[in-house]
Structures are given as structure tokens and as C-alpha cells.
């Protein structure tokens, strides 16, 4: 079992950055990947992107390619979603997400973290 913690999210105006962080504990030496998703009000909860935790091998959601940026601190067993150039519409709950190897699915979530962006 892997025990997941986000903290960063706030309220910022459009075109401000934010950096998000996710901290792993427990199992950690089990992770092939980790990811950050979003869900805004009313939505599905939606793919943001995603790092393998040996390196390389990132993928971003259309909709945050170029802006936001994934990585990694294996020392500290943490994740971060560097955010830039942050729009309305990037107002959503963000949760941190690990996947063991050999698994298709995310298994473990955080609690989620709240962005909000104004315009």
C-alpha cells in the first residue's frame, strides 16, 4: 500500500504558475508510474500527465502539453506538476496517482488538492 499526499493547489489569477507536489509513502519502492489527474465541477475526472518513476517516458493530456510539466525526486519519493500559464479552465480538484508494475490502472489516489484560477 502506497499512501499519497498533495499540497500546493490555492487560488491564483489567469496566467499564474503554481507548483504541485506529491509525496509517496509506504511501498514506495513498488512504483512503475505516477501521475497527476484533475477534476473540475461536474466533470469526469480527466488524465493530466504522467512520469515512469525509473525515468524517461512522459505523457501529457493535449489540453496541459506545454504548459504543465511532470517530474520526479526519487530521493524524497516525490512527484511534482509544475503549472504555467494557468487558464480558467484548469480550475479543478488535482489528485496525485501510483501504479505498480504489472498493473494497467492507478491503485492508489491522494486526496486531492484545489486549483483555482480566475479570471
Known amino acids: 500500500q502506497v499512501q499519497l499526499v498533495e499540497s500546493g493547489g490555492g487560488f491564483v489569477q489567469a496566467g499564474d504558475s503554481l507548483r504541485l507536489s506529491c509525496a509517496a509513502s509506504g511501498r514506495t519502492f513498488s512504483t512503475n508510474r505516477m501521475a497527476w489527474f484533475r477534476q473540475a465541477p461536474g466533470k469526469e475526472r480527466e488524465f493530466g500527465a504522467s512520469i515512469r518513476w525509473s525515468g524517461g517516458s512522459i505523457y501529457y493530456a493535449d489540453s496541459v502539453k506545454g504548459r504543465f510539466t511532470i517530474s520526479r525526486d526519487n530521493a524524497k519519493n516525490t512527484v511534482y506538476l509544475q503549472m504555467n500559464s494557468l487558464k480558467p479552465e484548469d480550475t479543478a480538484v488535482y489528485y496525485c496517482?501510483?501504479?505498480?508494475?504489472?498493473?494497467?490502472?492507478?491503485?492508489?489516489w491522494g486526496q486531492g488538492t484545489q486549483v483555482t484560477v480566475s479570471s
Open positions: 496517482a501510483h501504479r505498480v508494475p504489472g498493473e494497467t490502472n492507478f491503485s492508489s
